[in-house]
């Protein structure tokens, strides 16, 4: 069974920094793709970046570019994303999926196991 628990998550003012964690376990196909979403409070959930088990290709949503970093540790089958310069408008329960798709994506529609989430809340 699919597992996906997202940490490290927190306040923080703007332009600190924050490393996300989702620790996934049970995936056995041979390729997937974890990917970061967020959703503020009124909003629908975004993708904010993505990355994939068969290359590492990553992709980013534009209003992150340059500022965040996605990376994994497959010793560990953890994905991570480094969150750096960040702003009040990142605030936003962040969620790490998994899609079996086979290829890189960023809709949220394409994505089968979902984490519970965590808060990410930037102000001063």
């Known amino acids: 069974q699919f597992k996906l628990v997202e940490s490290g998550g927190g306040l923080v003012q703007p332009g600190g920094s924050l490393r996300l964690s989702c620790a996934n376990s049970g995936f056995t196909l041979p390729y997937y793709t974890i990917g970061w979403f967020r959703q503020a409070p009124g909003k629908e959930r975004e993708g904010v970046s993505c990355?994939?088990?068969?290359?590492?290709?990553?992709y980013y949503v534009d209003s992150v570019k340059g500022r965040f970093t996605i990376s994994r540790d497959n010793a560990n089958s953890t994905v991570y994303l480094q969150m750096n310069s960040l702003k009040p408008e990142d605030t936003a329960v962040y969620y790490c999926?998994?899609?079996?798709?086979?290829?890189?994506?960023?809709?949220?529609?394409?994505?089968?196991?979902w984490g519970r989430g965590t808060q990410v809340t930037v102000s001063s």
């Open positions: 999926a998994a899609s079996t798709l086979g290829i890189p994506t960023m809709t949220v529609r394409t994505y089968d196991y």
């Open positions: 990355i994939s088990s068969q290359d590492g290709l990553t």
